[in-house]
């Protein structure tokens, strides 16, 4: 069995876990929301900008990606420490993924809300903003949700690049023979299953939030059951 | 980190040349693994699918946790539970095993979601019919449903290739020497990670994006197939 000590290692582990995801979660999420935007723009260059970071960074793996950050960008001139390029590749995976999905879901609002916001006046902005994203909020959450999980389990990749994230936490209690292999390993994929099971969660909370009001979603609506 | 600021920070043609061949070797083994534990994967992800549709809770509930948690957790630490665990229970699997088996199991969880999408899609009717006509379960599953849902489940599976290709560098933390343990190795010997790390993105690159472009003409035929 685990002691004291070596929970307490694997959950300050876990912390670091949480801020890397969460730091990747946030900055990858608005480059997806404007990507995924840019996507469906008028403008062709920009859409083909899109296209092409969209396919590269879904080519090469996140490992790949978060080796690349760490080991060749300071030869370029850019020197980062772990946890910049881990948060920098694991966000730069979630935008291209969260683009598409972004984008799918901005194409499904129906073409008539556009108009109708066109029709009482709103700017192009208000549109966007007050109109359109939100109706996709509904579309977005199930398969983004799923997204972030796949990121939250990415970021035990910064382990090799010395991050003490939870799994380097766990290596290094292997290596120190703290305790049997079967209880550490055991602990930790129960700690990133925990913390899946809060991000489903927490999106599940969205959802019901973004699908009130809305007879379309899955979520149920405080009004629509009753009609 | 000082020798990495003094190694002159331009592109080296004549070093990437050098390290070509073997950086090619690595990619070799890192599409072996992938060929292989793919392979187990599909076929794996069928009877989990199968197992998840049972008529015993008993067979059921386990099962769907079990593809729960393992979809949940990080396929690194899943490694690391198949590498330094299993020794302890007289299970000695090499690093190549590990890697496949690890993702064998870890897209069968992922295959047998997409091929329980395709085993719902198959009308009720043909199940009450089969029963009609007494055959067996078994034979139910074989002659009846499992030919019209793989169809449908095919073009979808497609992804989890490609997916599973981008996870395969992940052989290098169980010491499989693939592409990212190869550039790893260079980097290491000559303080140069720049083309290393840069030409296994570019190779790999080569590979999926290519893949991805199949699978996606795959998907678009077959619903206009359908349409």
Redesign the interface.
């Given at each position: 069995m685990l002691g004291r000590d070596q929970y307490q290692a694997l959950l300050d582990g876990a912390q670091i876990t949480l801020q890397v995801s969460a730091l990747a979660i946030l900055w990858g999420t608005v480059a997806a929301v404007v990507l995924g935007v840019v996507s469906l723009s008028p403008f062709r260059p920009l859409r083909w900008f899109v296209r092409v970071y969209v396919e590269v960074l879904r080519g090469v793996s996140a490992i790949i990606l978060i080796f690349w950050a760490y080991y060749a960008l300071p030869l370029f001139g850019v020197d980062l420490s772990a946890m910049q390029a881990g948060v920098l590749a694991l966000g730069l995976n979630l935008s291209a993924y969260g683009a598409e999905i972004v984008r799918g879901a901005v194409q499904a609002v129906p073409r008539g809300q556009t108009e109708a916001a066109l029709a009482i006046n709103l700017s192009g902005w208000q549109r966007l903003w007050s109109i359109v994203l939100p109706q996709a909020m509904v579309a977005v959450l199930p398969p983004y949700g799923n997204l972030l999980i796949e990121i939250m389990k990415s970021s035990a990749l910064v382990s090799l690049i010395s991050m003490s994230d939870l799994t380097y936490e766990a290596q290094s209690l292997r290596q120190n023979r703290a305790a049997d292999s079967i209880d550490i390993f055991g602990a930790t994929l129960i700690i990133y299953f925990a913390i899946a099971l809060g991000i489903t969660g927490i999106v599940r909370l969205l959802e019901r939030r973004f699908g009130r009001g809305l007879d379309t979603g899955r979520a149920g609506t405080a009004f629509g059951a009753a009609k | 980190m000082t020798l990495?600021?003094v190694?002159p920070?331009t592109w080296d043609w004549e070093f990437a040349r050098e390290i070509l061949p073997d950086m090619l070797r690595g990619l070799r083994v890192t599409v072996e693994v992938t060929v292989v534990g793919i392979a187990i994967a599909l076929v794996l992800g069928l009877v989990l699918a199968m197992l998840r549709r049972s008529h015993r809770r008993a067979i059921r509930w386990p099962v769907g946790l079990m593809v729960e948690?393992i979809?949940?957790?990080?396929?690194?630490?899943?490694l690391?539970?198949i590498f330094?665990?299993l020794p302890?229970y007289d299970i000695r699997l090499s690093g190549w095993s590990t890697i496949v088996i690890g993702l064998a199991l870890h897209y069968a969880c992922y295959t047998s979601e997409t091929y329980r999408a395709g085993i719902e899609s198959v009308p009720k009717g043909q199940w009450e019919a089969s029963t009609a006509i007494n055959l067996t379960r078994m034979q139910t599953w074989r002659h009846v449903i499992l030919p019209q849902a793989i169809p449908t489940a095919l073009p979808a599976l497609g992804n989890y290739v490609v997916a599973s290709?981008?996870?395969a560098?992940?052989a290098s933390?169980v010491s499989v020497v693939g592409i990212?343990a190869v550039?790893?190795e260079i980097?290491g010997d000559t303080f140069?990670?720049?083309e290393p790390?840069?030409i296994?993105?570019v190779l790999?690159?080569l590979v999926?994006?290519p893949l991805?472009i199949l699978v996606r003409l795959l998907e678009k035929r077959h619903a206009f197939e359908r349409t």
């Open positions: - | 990495l600021q190694s920070s948690f979809r949940s957790t990080p396929l690194l630490v899943q690391f539970f330094y665990v302890d290709l981008k996870d560098p992940l933390s990212l550039a790893k980097q140069r990670g720049m790390f840069t296994a993105g790999f690159l999926s994006v991805a």
